[in-house]
């Protein structure tokens, strides 16, 4: 099939754009993450972490809803948590470096720009996505450790992508782990999502392998009466404790500062975030078997809202030294949620958007599913490495988890007009 730009290349507005955009003509405000990122912090901060529903805020214009690919940082980070995921690692190709790199940066930011602006891709559209719009599709790129020694940029290299430490639950799969670069796209359509895996892994040519790739999903934006934070595969809801933009200190506790301490050669990582990503294996049929009080339990939460075992609702506070008649804690004192706390790890915090994933069902009959954990901070040293080595010390959750997969990687800011991503780095 011959894609619009290819048999008219003059034509600007592309049959995937005309068509998204037709249901929502004369609607307001459909760009989200614009230079500030304030309409997706707006979006995030109003719904909760889990919630999807856009600026277009209805079933009939999802399709029209555009993420702004240029501003301060990424799209994908604050954006609100979308229907259908990838996340894939690639490994620059043999001989490649820093020249080879900057190339593929470049082809994948223009491809992305493209993509989430609804357009075909450059080159080559495979006719995958024409009649959808943008879908709120968001592609987000990332450099893992190795990438800077393949480039010859080791002295650019940030002390916090330094690797993460061994923890004792892990069941760490090296194939399936780190990689010189991390792609994460996500959109609120199938197809959508599946055309920006496709386009950027042909953009990839000669100078990148795919190391490995994951697939995941989420609750599809409308499928709830009201906006919620998202239910995780156990059937919890997941995501109440995360930071909101509208705290005085999200951007601190999210986002490198764009002037601050440390060597002149890590100032590119201005504005950009650091992503721990691990897929977290659920043993579901184990989860299933314990009962409500018990599942209730292990979590500190009820199952039916997320209100803490101490009482109120979702966002209710802990009360973490409150005692039951029994003379223990209502709260257990291995019970995730108070593990997790910011208030018991010296304020440690990280921003949570996964996604949870299903690859089949094993010869046993185990699903083999669970949750492709994506969180970001400024810095993992603060952020997820103390709450992991606390849950690694006595979190009932483990006995219900497997982490079969990990990677760390330095999230560049967001590129100014005419820039791509990394460039601050590859060309500074």
Known sequence: MTSVTESNPDIEISRR?????VGAAGAAGLALGGASGALAHSALAGSGSG??????????SLGATQVAFHGDHQAGITTPLQAKGHVVAFDLAPGAGRTEAAALLRRWSDTARRLMAGETAPTAD????????????????????SFFERTGLGARR????DPLPDFSSDRLDVQRSNGDLWVQIGANDGLVAFHALRALQKDAGDAARIRWQMNGFNRSPGATGTPMTARNLMGQVDGTGNPKPSEPDFDKRIFV?????????????????????????????????????????????????????????????????KIGPDGKPVIPSNAHARISAPEQNGGAAMLRRPFSFHDGIGSDGAPDAGLLFICWQADPLRGFVPVQRKLDRGDALSAFIRHESSGLYAV??????GEYVGQRLLEG
């Open 257 to 321: 500062p764009a002037a601050g301490p440390g060597p002149a050669e890590h100032a590119w990582m201005g504005g950009g975030s650091y992503a721990v990503v691990r897929r977290i294996r659920m043993l579901l049929d184990d989860w299933d078997k314990q009962s409500l009080a018990q599942q209730e339990q292990v979590i500190g939460r009820t199952k039916a809202t997320g209100a803490p075992l101490t009482g109120g609702g979702e966002t209710t506070q802990m009360e973490l030294d």
């Open 412 to 417: 560049p800011p967001g590129p100014r007009s």
């Open 51 to 60: 919630s999807a529903t856009g600026a277009a805020g209805s079933l009939s």
């Open 17 to 21: 754009r005309l068509l998204g955009t």
């Open 158 to 161: 940030p002390s916090a992508l």
């Open 126 to 145: 495979s006719g995958i996505a024409l009649d959808a719009g943008p879908s709120s599709l968001t592609v987000t790129f990332g450099f893992g450790h």
